[in-house]
Structures are given as C-alpha cells and as structure tokens.
C-alpha cells in the first residue's frame, strides 16, 4: 500500500511541473491512446451517431478539466445560491463518486456517505437542495424531478465529460494548478485538452488568486468561513468566524482527504493555527479515525466531517471549517444569457 501511495505521489508531483519530465514523456504513448478513444466517443455525439439525452429541465454541468479537487464541489454550493437569488428552484444530480451503492436514490440528512457519495451529501447537507445519486446522470434526473416538480433547473455535480448528457451551459473550473505539465492522463493531470478558446455556453471560473491558464473568465473569491464544532455542524449551525481564537496558542491535528490537502493546511495557517498536518487520500472513508488516541483537537474539512458522526470523536474536540465560494452577479448575469426564465418548463 505505502509502495502504491509512493508511485501516485511520484505521478502526481511529475503532473504539476511546467514542462514534462521524463516519466511524463515515458508515458506519454497512453495519453495518446487515452485521447483517441476520447475524441472518437465524443465525436460519436458530435455527429449524431449517438443521440444525446435531454434531462426533465434545463442543466448546467459543473466540471473541470483537470483531474482532482479543483472546488468544483463548493463551486456547487455557491452556483445553488447564485440560482436562488436569481430565482430559479434548483436541483442537483451526480454520480456519487466511490460510493458502494449503485441504486438510484434521493440524498437526505439521514443518507450515509458511502451510499450516496461524499460529495453530494455534503452539497445536500449546505444548500437543502434536492439531491440524487445515480449511476446515469438521467436516472438521477428524471427521478429528482418526478419527486421535486418545483425544480425550474438542474446542476450537475461533474459530468463535463459525459457527453451522453445534453446541457444548456457549463462551468469550468480551475484552480492555481493550471493544466499542470499540459498533457493528458497519465501522463499528464488533463481529462481532455486545453481548448484554444472558450466553448460555446461555457463560463471558465478561476479558484485561484488569478487566472491560471489563458482562457478568459472570472476568478472566485475564497475563503475559510470560521469553525464550527461537529456536532452543531452536524444540526446545521454555521460556523463561528471568531472560532479560531481558542485554537491559536495550542497544536491542532489538521486532517484533510482531499486531492489537495495541503491547500486546506495552507488556509489555516494564514488562520493563525499551529497544525500537525495529516494529508489522506481524496475521498478517505474515516471507517477508523485516523489521528492518535487522546489527540485534544483535530480541524478537518467538510467533505471530511460528512463521513464522522458526533459520537465518533470519543475524547476529541473535531471542528469542522467550511470553505465558501463568493460567486459574483455578473457570472449570473453571463449564465442566464443561456438559461430559460425561472419556473419554466419544457
């Protein structure tokens, strides 16, 4: 196992460096097979050889180019409240990512992550949106709508690459990563090429302090939302933006699971916070608690504290801090060029 870890930590690393280094260009030849078979299954749509499906509403996919965290998750949550304060009554749909179950199911405050994935519980649990999991995208939207006929839109949580999907816009997003070494998997962190222009109905978002490729668009404003103890997360109290005073002056456990852990260190230190970071790897399943017994104080993010009940902690104090996304009025305003009225329906 540590063996594994160590390849995908050389892997990764080799991804991120400005130009390829040799074991990018060592694996270069699977990139090239990788993106035949995904020009030609997009071509397949393309030319009408394969029909695209169209969901009950109008969707848009949220999405990003490169594999791993880039916060298309909290770009979820705020794109969920950019739509309400516009009007719409949105719905969410996604795959549920690593999740043991592959039934069709409706997220609620009682699903447990590993049946309905990490991510869309959490995006449930922030937004109260109607949420469903499916293993295709149009199960989980055709059932979501059937269950919920208020919903006027649809967001899809990934898919940018599921072109069996029809969808009336779409976001990408990147974070200060770029497109890395610029190649595709494996060799590279891209699931398809750069584009030389922004697509058509596409908005690019940058989760970074800038743009970090040169396609134009809006960059997000980010920041960690304060602290809030587990189980007040757990019955929906916000977090407290005073909270990181009790935690400052005293060594923190900061534990993350993310495809960026460091990232989440990083926020918390500008915070003020002496941590003992422990990096997992994205989607850790926390079956088993995983800093030491009798640790005082742990810190983790909320993708994390989705999968840990209150009475998980034992001795431990877990603060959950929220990272929140600030989506500006002029990204609603450029998205709604391409969006029906609210409350509309084909």
């Known amino acids: 196992m540590d063996a594994g870890r160590d390849w995908a930590s050389t892997l990764v690393a080799s991804w991120q460096r400005p130009r390829p280094d040799g074991l990018a260009r060592a694996l270069q030849p699977l990139s090239w097979l990788y993106r035949s078979v995904t020009t030609a299954q997009r071509a397949l749509y393309d030319s009408g050889l394969r029909t695209r499906e169209r969901a009950p509403r109008p969707l848009i996919v949220v999405g990003n180019l490169l594999v791993g965290g880039a916060g298309k998750t909290p770009t979820v949550i705020a794109l969920v409240a950019?739509?309400?304060?516009?009007?719409?009554?949105?719905?969410?749909?996604?795959?549920?990512?690593?999740?043991?179950?592959?039934?069709?199911?409706?997220?609620?405050?009682?699903?447990?992550?590993?049946?309905?994935?990490?991510?869309?519980?959490?995006?449930?649990?922030?937004?109260?949106?109607?949420?469903?999991?499916?293993?295709?995208?149009?199960?989980?939207?055709q059932a979501l709508c059937q269950a919920h006929p208020e919903i006027d839109l649809l967001v899809a949580d990934d898919g940018?690459?599921?072109h069996a999907l029809a969808r009336d816009a779409q976001l990408i997003v990147f974070d200060e990563r770029g497109v890395g070494n610029g190649l595709l998997l494996p060799a590279g962190p891209l699931r398809e090429p750069l584009p030389g222009r922004v697509p058509e109905h596409t908005l690019v978002l940058y989760n970074a302090g800038g743009p970090s490729t040169p396609l134009p668009g809006f960059v997000v404003r980010r920041a960690l939302s304060g602290v809030v103890e587990l189980g007040r997360w757990w019955r929906g109290e916000p977090a407290d933006p005073q909270g990181w005073a009790p935690l400052r002056g005293r060594r923190v456990v900061a534990c993350a699971g993310t495809a960026v852990p460091q990232r989440f260190f990083s926020m918390l230190q500008t915070q003020g916070l002496d941590i003992d970071a422990l990096a997992l790897p994205d989607h850790a399943d926390f079956?088993?608690?995983?800093?030491?017994?009798?640790?005082?104080?742990v810190v983790l993010t909320e993708k994390d504290a989705v999968k840990i009940k209150p009475v998980a902690s034992m001795q431990t104090r877990i603060w959950v801090a929220p990272l929140d996304f600030v989506l500006d009025d002029a990204i609603g305003t450029a998205l709604t060029r391409w969006l029906p009225p609210p409350s509309y329906r084909p």
């Open 82 to 141: 950019l739509l309400r304060r516009l009007g719409y009554t949105p719905g969410v749909v996604s795959l549920g990512y690593r999740r043991v179950d592959r039934e069709t199911r409706e997220v609620n405050d009682a699903s447990d992550a590993s049946q309905v994935g990490d991510e869309p519980l959490l995006i449930h649990l922030r937004t109260r949106a109607p949420v469903a999991v499916a293993r295709r995208r149009i199960d989980a939207a």
């Open 160 to 162: 940018l690459q599921h």
């Open 287 to 297: 079956k088993h608690l995983p800093w030491p017994f009798g640790t005082a104080d």
